[in-house]
């Protein structure tokens, strides 16, 4: 009798998560998995440094975004029920679990020293960056990665995913490029709503702290 291929139940909930995006179909879904599968996507950590820096923080960041971000939207809706059409929870469920796609191989497994808690060196596995595939940008890339993988995007999607690394990115802008963030933050405030998860994810569910 075969053994059954051990699963990845994270990988498994994010595919659920796009299953239940209405407008996808089992088709869509598969060919995207696909493509993410072999962009090593379940694989990858969500940083080098600083929050879920692991094998598989990758996909345990997205699905704390998309779980953020789900959360914001039910409470922002009591107080502002006229932004339900502008937040549909398709929108927020493709825009938060797919907003860093752009991390998928571009970490890799490096040695470094470094010394330890009693100031003697060791050696310690980490992670470097390599941005030789495609390097367009963050959010830029993360868009054209999603487009060429066949999945149909919305405008405010589009313009979610490019912009949810908010005010980071500007300090390395053009006046231009300020111009259009601000203009985009204008059109949809799904940005908003995906930078503000995407920030208190790293920072309130996966960031180490220590007390004085």
């Not at 929108?91 to 797919?98: H, Y």
């Not at 860093?100 to 960056?129: F, H, M, P």
């Not at 890339?141 to 060429?148: C, Y």
Request: with cysteine; hydrophobic share 35%.
């Amino acid at each position: 009798m075969k053994k059954n291929k051990s699963t990845n139940p994270d990988r498994e909930a994010f595919k659920s998560l796009l299953q239940s995006v209405e407008r996808l179909s089992q088709e869509d879904v598969d060919y995207l998995m696909e493509d993410l599968d072999g962009w090593e996507f379940f694989k990858m950590p969500a940083s080098c440094r600083k929050h879920s820096c692991y094998e598989g923080g990758l996909v345990k960041h997205s699905l704390h975004v998309c779980e953020m971000a789900k959360m914001l939207r039910k409470q922002i809706l009591l107080v502002r029920p006229d932004l339900e059409s502008l937040l549909p929870l398709d929108s927020v469920i493709i825009a938060s679990l797919l907003h860093d796609v752009c991390k998928a191989g571009i970490y890799k497994k490096v040695s470094r020293r470094q010394k330890n808690e009693i100031g003697l060196w060791e050696t310690n596995s980490s992670y470097g960056i390599d941005y030789s595939y495609l390097p367009v940008g963050h959010g830029e890339k993360s868009v054209i990665m999603l487009l060429r993988s066949g999945l149909e995007l919305t405008e405010d999607e589009i313009l979610a995913i490019r912009w949810h690394m908010g005010g980071w990115d500007l300090p390395y802008q053009s006046q231009e490029m300020t111009g259009s963030q601000k203009r985009a933050r204008e059109l949809t405030p799904l940005i908003t709503l995906i930078h503000t998860a995407d920030a208190m994810a790293a920072d309130m569910m996966e960031r180490p702290y220590t007390t004085l």
